[in-house]
């Protein structure tokens, strides 16, 4: 990642490739996201990433914000992923703009947080937020790629 702090040099030797949870939200926090274009072009994307090393895990598309797992080298510029992302995610999306809130989250995954639980937190999300009764049931959600981390 360009211009990172080298305290991640040493984060990036217990995981090769590193781990990011990545979070977004739309404008406003509008409800844009859940939706089956959305989620189709959100596929595409993340399998076509596969063939640049940028590997994405689990994710959960809410209404108005999305998470994600996703593993590239230590090279891997997340915050230009991220961009391009949205706007391939933007062609999908039948509102006005602007789409998208300014930034996101990022949490690089250290070796002793577990990708399952923080996952199982994630899954819940349509659950809390009323939108399902089970996590199951919500169908903006999936996996990519398994990721080889416990």
Known sequence: M???????????????????????????????????????????????????????????????????????????????????????LSSAVTAGRPHWQEGFFDHLLRHDESYGEKWEYVRQNPVRAGLVVEADAWPYQGEIAALPYP
């Open 2 to 88: 360009v211009n990172r702090p080298p305290r991640l040099d040493r984060v990036f030797q217990e995981y090769d490739p590193p781990l990011w949870f990545v979070t977004f939200n739309t404008h406003n926090r509008t409800p844009l996201l859940a939706t089956p274009a959305v989620h189709a072009r959100f596929r595409k994307f993340a399998n076509k990433a596969a063939a640049r090393q940028i590997i994405v895990g689990r994710y959960v598309l809410m209404p108005d914000h999305a998470h994600l797992f996703v593993a590239g080298s230590r090279e891997f510029d997340l915050p230009a992923w991220v961009r391009i992302l949205r706007l391939s």
